[in-house]
């Protein structure tokens, strides 16, 4: 079983950053895709960003292109969700996930406000 742990969450101002991280544990790592995704208040779960194995290709949802980036250090086992220029509406719970086949993964969450 894969233990996802995040952390980095918390109260940022509007136009603020903050910087996600999300451990795992395996030594297999680097084989997963892995994504971030995010869940509003009274919203449905929303996938934000995604980035392959290696590290090769990522995606974006357009309510944070040019704002976001995802990022991951294979031999830390560790991935990674900058946010910059911070909204109120990307106010909500993260929760990072690793897919590898049938396999998947998912951490506890960690909360992000932004709010003034």
């Known amino acids: 079983q894969v233990q996802l742990v995040e952390s980095g969450g918390g109260l940022a101002q509007p136009g603020g950053s903050l910087r996600l991280s999300c451990a795992a544990s395996?030594?297999?790592?680097?084989?997963?895709?892995m994504n971030w995704y995010r869940q509003a208040p009274g919203k449905e779960r929303e996938l934000v960003a995604t980035i392959t194995s290696a590290g090769g290709s990522t995606y974006y949802a357009d309510s944070v292109k040019g704002r976001f980036t995802v990022s991951r250090d294979n031999a830390k086992n560790t991935g990674y969700l900058q946010m910059n220029s911070l909204k109120p509406e990307d106010t909500g719970v993260y929760y990072c996930?690793?897919?590898?086949?049938?396999?998947?993964?998912w951490g506890q969450g960690t909360q992000v406000t932004v709010s003034s």
């Open positions: 996930n690793l897919d590898w086949g049938a396999k998947s993964y």
């Open positions: 395996t030594f297999t790592f680097s084989s997963y895709t």
